[in-house]
């Protein structure tokens, strides 16, 4: 399921809960994600999975950089405003 959220009303404290809330979400789904022996029996033994999924990773851990570069750069340009509360 996707949800959009408007954090233009957001507090400070409210950008450190939606982490901590976001990652209890996501652990509660891996958690249902079914039995490991019959997950192990359906992807069978060879390495292709495990190389599926470290590329993926790595491509992840990529696209999140270049999306983190554009996003201090609309910061620095002025193209996204932003206020840093002490």
Not at 23 to 34: K, Q, T, Y
Not at 44 to 61: N, R
Request: with cysteine.
């Amino acid at each position: 399921m996707k949800a959009a959220v408007n954090a233009a009303y957001w507090s400070k404290d409210d950008f450190k809960l939606n982490p901590v809330i976001a990652g209890e979400i996501l652990a509660g789904a891996h958690a249902r994600a079914g039995d490991a022996a019959i997950m192990r029996g359906y992807l069978g033994k060879s390495e292709a999975f495990e190389d599926a999924i470290g590329k993926y990773g790595v491509a992840y851990a990529k696209q999140a950089e270049r999306d983190y570069g554009v996003f201090v750069s609309a910061c620095k340009t002025g193209l996204l405003k932003v206020q840093m509360d002490e």
